[in-house]
């Protein structure tokens, strides 16, 4: 038996002692009896499925493109509404809808909540092979040499390396073909669902969720018999292994912008004697992380929960890819002297996302301009608040000998100070981190485990999801369950997913639909 296996098994007893499922014999009959459909539904309708994603993915779905998000949210609610959920589009004024549905199972006991975000990340068309809104199939991935092919026919084989291109295939459309199909794999071969299953499909999670804890909040009673929350959005392991993720990191950020000459100066008759901004902003951002990525900024880490010995085990067992990582970007070493991702990603993170100071290239001047501005971004994990986290960053610049200022300074402020940030401030929300043993994962872990032997369990995910608001509007476990293949282009041009990825999840939900008691 391998680690991984063992420190599964170890948090799979624990529940046993406390009584919170069924027999192991039970299990595994419920659990490889849906397994075994969702193979059979899978070798039988494959062709079906791709057709019936590319549909789906075929319907625009920026945030902020109303009139297509509202396609998006009607064609999903009716697709469960034909599997028998009772769908409703909740409304908030100003809010893309969130997509609610309800299918409850005679004598359970148990009521699980399943969330996806249907909308996606805007589009450049022209950073694009294929139209991002016009599904393509590829035999496999295009960074491999793959090559265009046509959508199969009923009954034809599928290759698992095939990959299906488009906005939104990895991130977060994905587990909705997939669900849909293990319910109908489920429901043809008489297999029961052990669970009532709720569906809350999020319309605005690529824009920051805005309005998510006023749904919640306005919607309470929808939400409060929910027992586990089931997450469905991010990519299986780097090493190509299912996962099993007990929580995000946060996310926060803010814009300084710093200031020299009160217009562009040529470089020529003033270099040596007017300051740049550009080397004020670089050196400012240089005194807040050195070179090993550690963060010099005055309490960063202090705040951070402490990893816990379950998470510890976790992240030892699971496979090392770091090594394989660093040859794939071409990186000869990683931060903290090739410390492992899976610890880094415990610890908050002060990310660089970009830099202006007049031009660069051939569009670069012999000038010292007038300001020059980065963007920089914080991933926080447990016991991090966003906004202190923010008031630490601040109280580092002050102590650079910075004033800081909410708007562009005037004339008065400029001949005062030499040295002004103008900052503002991003939005942010905290992270989210379950306890691994908590017993109510013991079934889900055993069921997922039966699809997948090596099955990983990770503390943490390295990007961010607004689960803070259901922790707060819920005292039911919270756990994610990603599907999509680890090199999806998430967020990039050329967005993919594996169509073994997709089979995964048929594979997956079928098994956690019918998890005993």
């Known amino acids: 038996m391998s680690k991984r296996q063992l420190v599964r098994t170890a948090l799979v007893s624990s529940a046993v002692m406390f009584g919170n499922f069924a027999s192991a014999a039970a299990q595994s009959t419920a659990v490889a009896d849906a397994v075994s459909a969702a193979d059979q539904y899978i070798s039988e309708n494959a062709a079906g499925i791709l057709t019936g994603f590319a549909e789906l993915l075929s319907i625009p779905n920026d945030a902020y ?37 309800l299918r409850e199972t005679t004598g359970a006991a148990r009521t699980i909540a399943i969330y996806v975000h249907y909308d996606g990340q805007p589009v ?30 009923p009954g034809e084989k599928i290759d698992e390396d095939w990959r299906m291109y488009a906005r939104s295939a990895g991130d977060d459309k994905a587990p909705i073909p997939a669900l849909l199909a293990a319910i109908d794999a489920l429901d043809d071969a008489g297999v029961a ?24 909040a306005t919607y309470a009673d929808k939400f409060e018999d929910i027992d586990l929350w089931l997450f469905c959005d991010g990519p299986i392991h780097q090493s190509g292994t299912p996962q099993l993720v007990f929580g995000v990191r946060g996310v ?88 492992l991702l899976a610890e880094r990603i415990l610890k908050p993170a002060l990310n660089l996302k970009g830099l202006k100071s007049a031009n660069v290239g ?32 601040e109280a580092h ?28 401030r991003n939005d942010g929300y905290p992270a989210m981190r379950s306890e691994m043993d908590d017993p109510a994962f013991a079934p889900l872990i055993d069921a997922l485990s039966a699809v997948s032997d090596e099955l990983i369990l990770t503390p943490t995910l390295g990007g961010s999801l607004p689960l803070y608001m259901f922790e707060t509007a819920s005292d039911a476990p919270l756990v994610i ?6 090199d999806n282009n998430q967020h990039a041009a050329d967005e993919n997913i594996r169509i073994g990825a997709l089979f995964y999840g048929v594979r997956a939900y079928a098994a956690l639909l019918t998890m005993p008691q």
């Open 481 to 486: 369950l990603p599907i999509s293949n680890h």
């Open 252 to 339: 926060t950020g803010m814009d300084i912008t710093v200031y020299g000459p009160n217009r562009g100066l040529h470089s020529g008759h003033y270099g040596n004697w007017a300051p740049g901004p550009g080397w004020r902003l670089v050196n400012l951002l240089a005194s807040m992380k050195n070179e090993d990525g550690d963060v010099l900024i005055e309490g960063f880490y202090d705040s951070t929960t402490p990893i816990n010995a379950a998470e510890l085990d976790a992240i030892r067992s699971a496979p090392d890819v770091d090594k394989k990582l660093r040859k794939q970007l071409g990186l000869a070493k990683t931060e903290a002297n090739n410390a």
């Open 362 to 393: 051939d569009k670069a001047r012999n000038i010292i301009p007038p300001e020059a501005m980065a963007s920089i971004g914080l991933r926080l994990v447990k016991g991090n608040d966003p906004e202190d986290m923010l008031d630490l960053v």
């Open 65 to 101: 493109d109303a009139e297509n998000i509202r396609r998006n949210a009607a064609a999903i609610s009716d697709l469960f509404a034909e599997r028998n959920f009772s769908m409703e589009l909740l409304e908030y004024e100003n809010a893309p809808p969130l997509i609610y549905g």
């Open 397 to 424: 610049i002050e102590r650079q000998g910075y004033v800081i200022t909410r708007e562009d300074p005037d004339e008065k402020m400029r001949r005062k100070h030499s040295l002004i940030a103008k900052v503002t």
């Open 193 to 216: 669902m052990s669970s009532n299953i709720i569906l809350v499909f999020d319309g605005e999670e690529e824009r920051g969720s805005d309005h998510l804890d006023e749904f919640l």
């Open 124 to 153: 450049d068309p022209e950073e694009w092979t294929d139209p991002p809104f016009e599904p393509a199939l590829y035999d496999g991935a295009k960074t491999d040499g793959g090559t265009k092919i046509a959508f199969p026919a």
